[in-house]
């Protein structure tokens, strides 16, 4: 249980694109949805958290207009990177929660995105 | 933002040995703690998580221990295996429906 997907698993895009990351949530439903970036020899880096209906709250120095989150249903949230560019080049963890209360979250596997 | 050009502190043991890894963590009213091991590539895999009220807790081949007055948290893995080889991040998170604050990570090597 509690298996949480990412699609795609690796995607490449040119400079000036926009491309959308998906996160879901298998086998529960996930009030709580969570945006990591991680670059290399790094850690996991909170980009934001959404939780489903409303909007989502982005860490200092995240852009939202740049990194654009939908959590429309209690399985799917969304992750759009606008307009591209090079130092995007990441990679894009989501985790979930299943309940406003609960500490345990389950993470997905994770998206590989190059900017060229 | 993101310092460049950081590196993963590194340990590296021989196979059957068994590991340590340490964290410091900084919020005395963190009351979870948890382990993940990250493999090249993939997301967090959930290891062992402990909560303040305990010192230790163990799990298959892993041990957590927690010393909330030097505020560390440290994983044993008993007889350590290649496949073990990952990088090991220790989280901590205040209340529950809080967010995680993920620790810098350790990479383990497991020589053969």
């Known amino acids: 249980g509690a298996v949480v997907s990412q699609h795609p698993s690796w995607v490449i895009c040119k400079s000036g694109t926009s491309v959308k990351i998906e996160c879901r949530s298998l086998?529960?439903?996930?009030?709580?949805m969570f945006w990591y970036r991680q670059f290399p020899k790094q850690s996991l880096m909170l980009m934001a958290t959404?939780?489903?209906?409303?909007?989502?709250?982005?860490e200092q120095g995240v852009e939202k207009d740049k990194f654009l989150i939908n959590h429309a249903s209690l399985t799917l949230s969304t992750l759009t990177v606008t307009s591209a560019h090079p130092e995007d080049s990441s990679f894009y963890i989501c985790s979930a929660r299943d309940g406003n209360f609960a500490y345990e979250q389950y993470f997905g596997p994770g998206t590989r995105l190059t900017v060229t | 933002g993101e310092s460049v050009g950081l590196h993963l502190p590194t340990l590296s043991v021989q196979e059957g040995d068994n590991s340590i890894i340490n964290c410091a963590y900084s919020?005395?009213?963190?009351?979870?703690f948890i382990w993940y091991k990250q493999e090249s590539g993939k997301g967090p895999q959930f290891i062992i998580d402990?909560?303040?009220?305990?010192d230790k807790r163990q799990g298959q081949r892993v041990t957590v221990l927690l010393n909330k007055t030097v505020k560390h948290l440290s994983l044993q893995i008993a007889a350590t295996q290649p496949g073990d080889s990952a990088v090991y991040f220790c989280a901590e998170n205040e209340r529950s429906g809080s967010r995680l604050t993920f620790g810098e990570g350790t990479q383990l090597t497991v020589n053969p």
């Open positions: 086998d529960f439903q996930a009030t709580t």
């Open positions: 959404s939780n489903e209906g409303s909007k989502a709250t982005y």
């Open positions: 919020n005395s009213a963190s009351d979870y």
């Open positions: 402990i909560r303040s009220n305990m």
